[in-house]
C-alpha cells in the first residue's frame, strides 16, 4: 500500500487517478456511505484524508476479489462480521472461477487447434481409428483447402471435442454406411426408390459428424464422389460404379424433396 500521510485534502479526481477507480464509483460509494470523504471544500467539493484512502484501499481490494458492497461495508464497519471467514469464502468462489477459467482456457486451446489441424489425434491414433489407407496429411489439406470456410468451421467445432472414442464412433458409422450403400447395389436398389432415400438420409445424418449438410449440399457432394479421382476410388472400390449409383440416388432424393439436382449449389 502506498504511503498516504500527506493525503489530506485529495480531490475526486486525484483519488481516482492513484486508485485506478472511475469518479463515478467514487461518487457512488459516498452516497451508499461506504466510502466518504471526510473534508469539504468551502465551495463543498470532497476531500479525502489519508484515512480516508487507506480505507478507499480496501474496499477496492475487497471488490477485486469480488465481494458485493454490502458485504464489503460489512467487513470493514460490522464488528460482529467474521471477517476471517467471509474472506475464506471469497477465496473459494475465487479458487472455483478460476478452475472454471482454466477449462474454458483449455477448451479454447483446443478450439485453436482444432481450427489450425483439423483432427486432435496423433498419426498412430488416426491410423488405428481409420485403417491404414487413411491419410493423415488429409485434416491438413483441407484446412488449406476450406478454412475460410463456414463449413470448416464448424467441423473445428465438433472436433475440438473428439477424441479418439467419438472419432471411432464416426468412423463406425462411416463404415457401416459404405456396406449398406455396396449392398443396396447388390441387391438392385433404384435411386429413387424408399431404400435408395433413406441412405440417402442416413448419409447426411451420417455426415453431420463434419458440419450440417444440406440438400443442395448433398447434391454437390454427390457429384464430386463421382468426378473426384479420390473419392471415386473409395466408393468403386466397395462396389464398381458405386460413386455414379450414389450420385443419381443422391440426385433422385433431392428431387423428391423439391430441390433440381441440375441448379443445386453449396448452400
Avoid at 460509494?29 to 461506504?34: A, G, T
Avoid at 465481494?67 to 467487513?75: K, P, Q, S, T
Avoid at 491438413?140 to 470456410?149: F, H, I, L, N, S
Wanted: aromatic fraction near 8%; hydrophobic fraction near 40%; include cysteine.
Amino acid at each position: 500500500m502506498p504511503d498516504d500521510t500527506a493525503a489530506d485534502g485529495l480531490t475526486v479526481g486525484e483519488v481516482s487517478k492513484r486508485l485506478g477507480v472511475t469518479v463515478r464509483a467514487l461518487h457512488h460509494w459516498d452516497e451508499i456511505d461506504l466510502a466518504r470523504p471526510s473534508l469539504r471544500t468551502a465551495a463543498g467539493y470532497r476531500l479525502y484524508t489519508s484515512g480516508d484512502l487507506e480505507r478507499l484501499h480496501r474496499v477496492v481490494v475487497y471488490r477485486e476479489i469480488g465481494l458485493g458492497l454490502d458485504r464489503i461495508a460489512a467487513v470493514l464497519d460490522d464488528t460482529t462480521t467474521d471477517v476471517t471467514g467471509a474472506l475464506r469464502a471469497q477465496r473459494t468462489q475465487v479458487a472455483e472461477r478460476i478452475e472454471r477459467l482454466q477449462q474454458l482456457g483449455d477448451g479454447l486451446d483446443r478450439m485453436i487447434d482444432a481450427h489450425e489441424r483439423g483432427m486432435l489425434l496423433t498419426v498412430e491414433q488416426q491410423a488405428s481409428i481409420f485403417g491404414p489407407r487413411w491419410n493423415p496429411d488429409g485434416p491438413a489439406e483441407a484446412r488449406q483447402r476450406y478454412g475460410d470456410t463456414t463449413q470448416w468451421r464448424q467441423y473445428a467445432e465438433r472436433a475440438a471435442t473428439r477424441g479418439p472414442e467419438e472419432w471411432q464412433a464416426v468412423a463406425d458409422a462411416t463404415a457401416g454406411l459404405d456396406r449398406a450403400l455396396g449392398e443396396a447395389m447388390d441387391g438392385d436398389v433404384a435411386p429413387g426408390s424408399p431404400e435408395a432415400n433413406r441412405l440417402v438420409e442416413r448419409h447426411r445424418e451420417v455426415f453431420s459428424a463434419y458440419f450440417p449438410l444440406t440438400r443442395q449440399m448433398q447434391v454437390c457432394l454427390g457429384r464430386m464422389y463421382e468426378a473426384d479421382p479420390g473419392f471415386a476410388a473409395h466408393y468403386d472400390g466397395i462396389r464398381p460404379g458405386l460413386a455414379r449409383w450414389f450420385r443419381h440416388a443422391v440426385d433422385a432424393a433431392a428431387r423428391a424433396h423439391g430441390v433440381d439436382p441440375d441448379t443445386a449449389a453449396w448452400e
